[in-house]
């Protein structure tokens, strides 16, 4: 998410979802790191590349799941760049008949959609090549891999917001955007 958004409300929710939104209406469980995340992100990364081929552009393993030692909740969050990720045509029939459900269209925040798998605890997020959300992505998860402060900051939050009743957990993820913009900010690269 990038660190200027605001958090969503639930008509933006319901507005995204594909399917019915479900309600969380819980705490957060959050699991220590697990040596296996990136054995399973790898998994699903030749899993995409044998349905898409090289309209997958990029693929990379983002989130908490990808930085060691840092507690996530343990779905395993990826990006996939494609051409164009309006272009649902492209890429969505080789996704769904690899297995991916399409669950959320956001036409108004960088084209972005996201996937699920009924096998697997993974969140498939595609983007357009060129699109800023990637490089935030990324460029967090390399300052939480390289910074042993904003990692140990960024736990801390997560853990301190993952004992609060959420009723979606979209208001979780958004509960973090102010200490991802001030991590992001450290990088040197705009939030």
Same mark, same amino acid.
């Given at each position: *998410?990038?660190?200027?958004?605001?958090? *969503?409300?639930?008509?933006?929710?319901?507005?995204? +979802?594909?399917?019915?939104?479900?309600? =969380?209406?819980? $705490? @957060?469980?959050?699991?220590?790191?697990?040596?296996?995340?990136?054995?399973?992100?790898?998994?699903?990364?030749?899993?995409?590349?044998?349905?898409? !081929? %090289?309209?997958?552009?990029?693929?990379? =393993?983002?989130?908490? $799941?990808? +930085?060691?030692?840092?507690?996530?909740?343990?779905?395993?969050?990826?990006?996939?760049?494609?051409? %164009?990720?309006?272009?649902? !045509?492209?890429?969505?029939?080789?996704?769904?008949?690899?297995?991916?459900? /399409?669950?959320?269209?956001?036409? %108004? /925040?960088?084209?972005?959609? *996201?996937?699920?798998?009924? %096998?697997?605890? @993974?969140?498939? =997020?595609?983007?357009?090549?060129?699109?800023?959300?990637?490089? =935030? *992505?990324?460029?967090?998860?390399?300052? /939480?891999?390289?910074?042993?402060?904003?990692?140990?900051?960024?736990?801390?939050?997560?853990?301190? /917001?993952?004992?609060? #009743?959420?009723?979606? +957990?979209?208001?979780?993820?958004?509960?973090?955007? #102010?200490?991802?913009?001030?991590?992001?900010?450290?990088?040197?690269?705009?939030?």
């Amino acid at each position: *998410m990038a660190p200027e958004q605001t958090p *969503m409300t639930e008509e933006q929710l319901r507005a995204a +979802v594909i399917g019915e939104l479900q309600t =969380h209406d819980a $705490t @957060i469980v959050l699991a220590d790191y697990d040596p296996e995340w990136p054995r399973l992100f790898e998994r699903e990364a030749e899993r995409i590349r044998g349905a898409l !081929g %090289d309209k997958a552009l990029q693929i990379e =393993h983002v989130g908490s $799941t990808s +930085v060691p030692g840092l507690a996530a909740k343990p779905v395993i969050d990826i990006v996939l760049v494609v051409a %164009d990720s309006a272009d649902e !045509g492209s890429y969505l029939p080789p996704l769904e008949a690899a297995g991916y459900v /399409l669950r959320i269209r956001e036409p %108004d /925040l960088d084209e972005h959609r *996201m996937f699920t798998r009924p %096998d697997t605890r @993974i969140h498939l =997020h595609v983007f357009s090549q060129g699109c800023g959300e990637i490089g =935030h *992505m990324v460029d967090f998860r390399d300052r /939480l891999r390289e910074n042993e402060s904003d990692r140990e900051l960024y736990e801390r939050i997560k853990r301190d /917001l993952a004992r609060k #009743e959420w009723k979606y +957990v979209q208001n979780y993820a958004d509960a973090k955007t #102010e200490v991802i913009g001030q991590i992001l900010a450290r990088t040197g690269g705009s939030a």
